[in-house]
């Protein structure tokens, strides 16, 4: 029994500091919702609008319905990828991710054509059937005429509107081509088109902009009593996303930021949101089954007072999302070949690392050339958590935002590798493997207690424009913490005695665990589940050994205990709080589990094929075969001479791989991870070559007449 207790110490221990980690993941109470207090909702849409469109002089109605309502930045995402008038106003009257513009996607957005078929009192849409085939085929499940269907009877003003207000047959309830002022009360729910706001050029989105304004100002002046009005620019006419305008003005709607348990982001909605924010004012039923958001409220936190500001605010954002696309993708592409170049050239510094006792066998490198070698590897492993960190200065306002971003991003390198390169000069061979795993981890930690502000639309977050998140740790702050955890953990329990180790290790797992999974931080309950079992690989073999079938199933059974535990847990959550676990097993029940995996496994090709990520990945697998592991390499005896880091190294892999593959995010989160930690292990090893034929020196002998004496 003791020896079993031995053997088992660092499974349990990972497992109990899983299972510690598990109470950070009690689920945030669900808001309460609002009591019911319209009698009719209008919805008016004009496609394009943005909020550097709305001023106070050109558009008086929008600017007023902006001070008196709530307001924030809407995504307009679609089952397409570029989201055109039709796309958006389907999505809308679909409550989910619909697709309506056919053909290929061009840069810009076709006309939108509408067939419609008018009547005496209302209209139809004939080709409605084809429209709810074609979506119905589609991995999101969206069903045109969802929204209309929650509702006794539609009106729609414009071909857009038409799209949303019909039902699944394709009935509209009352139609007009134009504005109508007697329509505007005749059912609960109106949706009105005031068409586009296309192009850059400022006069002529000026012109487009005064004329939706007229139009609002007359809808405003004619609105029934106890109604809620929604303004939204739904989507966008061409290939240069953006955020655009959302406010609502009525009963429950008289001030503060807009949000919505899709985004869990004050400030922030998405398309999806407004169907089910129609139903919820109207105090009809959500079908949950076929919406995608949820009902919008209304949040006071932080909204200045003067709507000036405010409207800037948002306006800001739109612009930082705007670059943020173009900017992230040229810095990880340039910095995944910057890398891959690095370790090529140093490549014969590996070889040439050793000094052989006796006559030397070559000429050593010069310690200039090899001292250069280990402040460019520290560089390059900061460079992410200095791109994350990049985001504390506006560059994304100056007239060109890519060298504002790169100016500041090598500004804070430079300061975080000095720091690094100076305080780890002359200490042991991992001494840099934890420092810099420790600031990755703790600029992101930083970044989620405070908000994740640096993460919302940085280069080293996520973009509210694609709308995957809009709050918590993403893709690359997950890749960082996870690299933070074990490697600095690893680096920690090489301090301690072997049988201390594994402790060492589960505790620094649990507290990322925390931060990563908790609704409060990171709220990313998947990669909570990923990174338990990348602990309990590390803490399995931190006292030393490889990965052993034994050991790999006690870890697997640890993992498979806390991840099952978490599920249950997942499922007493409100739906808007589930992670991708809670919300497949829910699926499972209703039959509708196949839509969420087909999902995530066209999301996982997409991102392996498009991300340059990808690269780094391949290429890290290559140079760590046919060079680290080489018998000049370093990696065996790094491996050897440092167990923890070993065990570090595989749950970093089989975290990173495992929050990939169930977050359709392929490698990214294992290149992220990777772009710290291979460039501290290639240091390592070179600064463990450099000490492998290091001989101790004998103790001075003592004359024999002092020992006589």
Known sequence: MRHWLHRSTPTLLALLAGLVGLVALVPQPAAAPAAPAADYVLIVGAAGLRWDDITATDTPAMWQM????AIGALSVRSARRITCAGDGWLTLGSGNFAIHTPGAVTPTCPELSVPIDVDNSGASLPDQGDLVARNRALHWGAQPGALAEGVRCTTAIGPGAALAAARPYGRIDRYSANLNDSLLSACALTLIDLGQIAGDDPVARAAGARRADAALASILAARPERSVVVLAGLSDLDATSRLHVAIAQGPGFTGGWLTSPSTSRHGYVQVVDLAPTALAALDRPLPGKLFAGGPASTSSSGRPSDVTAAVSRLADADREASVQRRVGTNFLT?????????????????????????????????????????????????????????????????ARPGLGFGGVTLAALAVATFAIAFVTARSRAIAPLGGVAAIAALAVAFDVLTGSRLQLNGVAGYSAVLGG?????????????????????????????????????????????????????????????????????????????????????????????????????????????????????????????????????????????????????????????????????????????????????????????????????????????????????????????????????????????????
């Open 66 to 69: 902006a001070q008196d309502g």
């Open 334 to 398: 340039t910095l995944v070949f910057a890398e891959l170049l690095l370790f090529v050239a140093v490549v014969p510094l590996l070889r040439r690392a050793r000094r052989p006792a006796g006559p030397l066998t070559h000429r050593p490198v010069p310690r200039s050339i090899v001292r250069a070698a280990e402040v460019l590897l520290i560089s390059a492993s900061l460079a992410v958590p200095a791109a994350l960190v990049a985001d504390l200065l506006p560059w994304w306002r100056w």
């Open 469 to 709: 998140r809009y709050a918590g740790v993403g893709v690359i702050g997950l890749g960082l913490l996870v690299a933070g955890a074990l490697l600095g953990g690893a680096a920690m329990a090489q301090r301690f005695e072997r049988r201390w180790r594994p402790f060492v290790m589960a505790l620094i797992g649990a507290v990322g665990m925390v931060v990563i999974g908790s609704p409060y931080l990171g709220a990313d309950a998947s990669g909570a589940v990923a990174l338990t079992a990348g602990v309990c690989v590390a803490a399995a073999m931190a006292v030393g050994g490889w990965l052993t079938i034994t050991r790999l199933l006690w870890a697997a059974a640890a993992a498979l205990c806390v991840t099952a535990g978490f599920a249950v847990l997942d499922l007493f959550r409100p739906e808007e709080q589930r992670s991708s676990i809670g919300r497949l097993l829910v699926r499972t029940q209703d039959g509708t589990a196949g839509f969420i995996a087909r999902r995530i496994g066209e999301a996982d090709v997409v991102t392996t094929v498009t991300s340059p990520l990808t690269v780094l990945v391949l290429g890290s697998l290559l140079y760590t075969t046919f060079v680290l592991l080489r018998d000049w390499g370093g990696l065996r005896r790094l491996l050897g001479v440092f167990p923890p880091v070993r065990g570090a190294l595989s749950g970093l892999v089989v975290a990173c791989l495992l929050a990939g593959l169930v977050e359709g995010a392929s490698f990214n989160v294992l290149g992220a991870a990777l772009a710290t930690a291979l460039p501290l292990v290639v240091l390592s090893c070179l600064r463990v070559l450099d000490h492998a034929d290091d001989r101790s020196q004998p103790a001075p002998r003592v004359p024999e007449a002092a020992l006589e004496s």
